[in-house]
């Protein structure tokens, strides 16, 4: 009945909300509190039950099936839950009480019908500025990982888009590294989806400013499979794609901090594919460029090499760009 918009409003009503968060802790009764899921999670669909079922005690009684080792119920309850989360109280109800721990269990089953479940709660959960460091704390930044591992690329977008978000605090930078993110993030870059390569290598340019993390990626040889993804000329620089290539680009300016990584730009014969960055239409690209040639320039070793490249010309040209930054 909770299906029908018309029944839903009527259920509503006369107080089914209540009776289904109760029915949720009839725990001698798998299938009472399955159905009972369902309906809350119906329910939800509409936003002005969301409220609704969070003043009811919902967020906690279906979180406390998500310690069952009953698949239908199982899905009932992350359902719910996932219909949910797009609440700011009920997020931060759910991650008080621990549900990021058990959030594990269902995304460590394969079945996909849980996995995608309990992967979008984790993913909308780690973008709440507020909540990132508990789900951190609570041991969600390996689930995310294996959700960004996903042959799915919706489930790569989400994920990416949770990782981009944690990046963005300095905190996090390395439980990420050790969690196995950076790696990830480099197969993702790579994406054909450009909403998942945006994600990823957002993620990976906040990383790169940090002084370990630069060592670490460029173990992982990420200068030069960051440079692989700059179009092969300046003239498929497209608006489109402005976004991406400017963080991808910003991204080689911040490992060029390191020497190691300097030297990587020289080994994969990267100095060409930055120089085309120089001379494409967008300003957010060239800015990004002409930091990676101030920090690639700080040795006169490398100086020089920009030089022999044919820099000098590209350089000169932008003093006279209507662009103050580049």
């Known amino acids: 009945a909770a299906v029908n918009d018309q029944m839903r409003e009527m259920l509503v009503g006369v107080g089914a909300i209540g009776a289904m968060v109760k029915a949720c802790r009839v725990s001698d009764s798998l299938l009472l509190q399955e159905q009972a899921a369902r309906a809350l999670g119906n329910m939800a669909v509409h936003d002005a ?12 009684a279906l979180l406390a099936l998500l310690a069952s080792t009953d698949e239908p119920l199982l899905d009932a309850a992350l359902g719910a839950l996932a219909n949910l989360v797009g609440h ?9 009480e621990g549900g990021v721990r058990l959030l594990r269990l269902p995304m460590e089953t394969g079945r996909e019908v849980l996995y995608k479940q309990a992967g979008w709660i984790l993913a909308s959960l780690a973008v709440d500025p507020g909540l990132g460091k508990h ?3 609570q041991g969600g930044l390996t689930p995310l990982v294996l959700y960004a591992s996903s042959d799915s690329e919706l489930y790569q977008e989400e994920a990416a888009w949770a990782l981009a978000n944690l990046s963005s605090a300095a905190v996090n930078a390395e439980p990420m590294a050790e969690a196995g993110a ?11 989806n450009e909403n998942v390569a945006m994600q990823a290598v957002w993620a990976l340019a906040n990383l790169a400013v940090h002084d ?3 060592l670490r990626l460029s173990d992982l040889n990420a200068v030069a499979k960051l440079l692989r993804l700059l179009p092969a000329r300046a003239d498929e620089l497209t608006e489109k794609g402005e976004q991406a290539l400017t963080q991808i680009v910003r ?9 190691e990584n300097r030297q990587r730009v020289i080994e994969c014969d990267g100095l060409p594919a930055l120089l085309r960055s120089l001379e494409c239409p967008y300003d957010s690209v060239k800015e990004a460029a002409t930091r990676a040639f101030v920090n690639l320039s700080f040795e006169s070793e490398y100086a020089h090499k920009i030089m022999l ?6 350089i000169v040209r932008l003093l006279s760009s209507p662009a103050q930054r580049p």
């Open 49 to 60: 039950n969301e409220q609704r079922v969070v003043d009811a005690g919902g967020t906690t």
């Open 88 to 96: 700011p109280e009920m997020r931060a109800i759910f991650v008080a």
């Open 135 to 137: 789900v951190i704390a």
């Open 182 to 192: 950076l790696q990830r993030l480099l197969e993702l870059a790579a994406s054909p």
């Open 212 to 214: 370990k993390l630069k």
């Open 251 to 259: 991204c080689v300016a911040n490992l060029v901090v390191a020497s």
């Open 309 to 314: 490249a044919g820099g000098l010309p590209a």
